[in-house]
């Protein structure tokens, strides 16, 4: 019976994550697909979710586009006028362009010594040097991600205790958001 509850353990350890990731990627595929399809009138299945990529790529392209950028810039500057909208906006702009585009903020895994000399610490990712704007120039900005969800907390650290790491960013966040489970 023992061996009988370990194969369904196993089972479970083997397919509960294959599952509920495709479950995620067919609800989103799904949920783009029917979305764009109202506006494309009923296609063949994945007709919208191409469509949507495509267009995603095709505002990348204006946004990087010299003289289309001032266009979306002027966008983004009247979105910004409504006060509910601009914090929405700006908090997720920031978000997104912390993990992709060339304001990267999540490049920078280190080791933060949390008390000095008890040899506990944890990872984090620099994401803004020294904090001259805040009367701290020995410190900086570190996010601390929560596993097993997307939160975290920004704690400012006195240089001295951060410990660059010599790890890939996406080893070290799946490391975190694993619960430290991740070692792959």
Do not use: C
Request: proline content about 5%; charged content about 15%.
């Amino acid at each position: 019976m023992r061996r009988f509850v370990n194969y369904f353990f196993q089972g479970l350890i083997f397919l509960v994550p294959i599952v509920l990731t495709a479950w995620f990627a067919t609800t989103l595929f799904l949920g783009v697909d029917d979305f764009m399809r109202r506006f494309l009138g009923p296609q063949v299945r994945g007709l919208g979710f191409l469509f949507a990529i495509a267009a995603v790529t095709g505002v990348g392209l204006l946004a990087s586009n010299f003289l289309t950028r001032g266009l979306l810039q002027l966008f983004e500057t009247q979105v910004d006028r409504l006060p509910l909208l601009k914090l929405l906006h700006t908090s997720l702009k920031d978000l997104m362009s912390a993990f992709v585009g060339e304001k990267r903020r999540f490049n920078q895994p280190v080791l933060v010594e949390v008390v000095e000399g008890s040899g506990i610490r944890t990872v984090g990712f620099v994401t803004h040097g020294p904090m001259v704007k805040f009367g701290r120039p020995d410190d900086v900005a570190v996010y601390f991600p929560q596993s097993y969800h997307f939160a975290g907390q920004v704690v400012l650290v006195p240089s001295v205790r951060v410990t660059p790491l010599a790890v890939e960013s996406a080893e070290v966040m799946a490391f975190i958001v694993s619960g430290g489970v991740s070692g792959k």
